[in-house]
């Protein structure tokens, strides 16, 4: 599918997305606002990107969880964000003679021992470093919604096809979950464009804010342009969403890290597709408008 010749005036641009028709994601999300979804699970309240944070992503009713994947030293895909393993494991205590502690550099049996609970709080203590298989796992069990990342793709030549091969292996490249529960994302063009070659049907979202000149090579290949939210405008978000992607949709924009209500509210009013979240509670709420700044 061929990219829309970028509009030549902010005008031309707004009144390209109004006329475009509803996203994937807001069709899927089925209520008012922009999708929530909960950034590494619901990180505020459960130790980020292991089971317990999907499990309260689920308890807070939120369908949408994103995570972050990169690969072991013997090959195996877990969730982490870091590249090293130190900041949300007890790493250093565990292999003190092993700095610095990158998850490239150990085995996935040794990551399972790790304890990546206790830095977050008491409660949690004993949770560990999930292998995606045990990741989507616990997704489908909530029947939520993934937005996968690929993380720092270049120290992991050849980690799409695995994370594809994981996906179809768990059932989770059948029509029910590419049409609207899956996307894979990843800060890397080369890796979003790898994943839409290895497997057209999923969807994909390539991290950032390039430049709208860009927009038309990127859209042969993405579905989403998923930036930070302090980097954007009406203008932009506008311009993104006047695209085609590979799917005879529009360009999607899912926004990150929002946190506080009232930048919720104001990355909303750009009329983002979804916005990525610690607190996917407090983000609802205030993109729904049952909450004031006092409740927050």
Same mark, same amino acid.
């Given at each position: 599918?061929?990219?829309?010749?970028?509009?030549? +005036? *902010? +005008?031309?641009?707004? @009144?390209?997305?109004?006329?475009?028709?509803? =996203?994937?994601?807001?069709? =899927?999300? #089925? @209520?008012?606002?922009? !999708?929530? !979804?909960?950034?590494? @699970?619901?990180?505020?309240?459960?130790?980020?990107? +292991?089971?317990?944070?999907?499990?309260?992503?689920?308890?807070? @009713?939120?369908?949408?969880?994103?995570?972050? !994947?990169?690969? *072991?030293?013997? #090959?195996?895909? !877990?969730?982490?964000?870091?590249?090293?393993?130190?900041? *949300?494991?007890?790493?250093?205590?565990?292999?003190?003679?092993?700095?610095?502690?990158n998850v490239k550099d150990f085995t996935a049996a040794e990551i399972a021992r790790l304890d990546a609970g206790s830095w977050f709080g008491a409660a949690y203590a004993g949770a560990r470093v999930p292998t995606l298989e045990q990741y989507v796992g616990r997704v489908e069990r909530h029947h939520q919604k993934l937005l996968l990342e690929i993380k720092s793709p270049e120290l992991y030549p050849g980690i799409e096809r695995e994370t594809l091969k994981v996906l179809g292996n768990e059932g989770w490249l059948d029509r029910r979950h590419v049409s609207g529960r899956l996307v894979v994302q990843s800060f890397g063009v080369d890796c979003v464009r790898t994943v839409h070659e290895l497997k057209p049907a999923v969807r994909t979202g390539l991290l950032g804010t390039p430049r709208v000149s860009d927009l038309p090579a990127y859209a042969e290949f993405t579905d989403q342009i998923n930036p930070s939210y302090d980097s954007l405008s009406l203008g932009y978000v506008s311009a993104v969403q006047a695209f085609t992607g590979p799917h005879g949709r529009p360009l999607e924009v899912f926004a990150w890290t929002v946190d506080e209500a009232a930048d919720a509210r104001l990355t909303a009013g750009y009329g983002v597709d979804g916005i990525i979240t610690n607190r996917p509670d407090v983000i609802r709420d205030a993109t729904r408008g049952e909450a004031s700044d006092g409740e927050v």
């Open positions: 599918m061929h990219a829309r010749a970028v509009a030549a +005036t *902010t +005008t031309a641009l707004l @009144g390209a997305a109004l006329l475009a028709p509803a =996203s994937l994601a807001q069709a =899927s999300h #089925g @209520g008012p606002g922009p !999708v929530v !979804v909960a950034h590494r @699970g619901a990180s505020a309240y459960a130790p980020e990107n +292991t089971l317990a944070a999907v499990d309260k992503a689920a308890e807070l @009713g939120i369908d949408w969880v994103e995570n972050d !994947v990169q690969r *072991t030293k013997d #090959g195996e895909l !877990v969730v982490i964000h870091d590249e090293s393993l130190r900041r *949300t494991t007890d790493v250093e205590e565990v292999f003190p003679d092993r700095a610095p502690w």
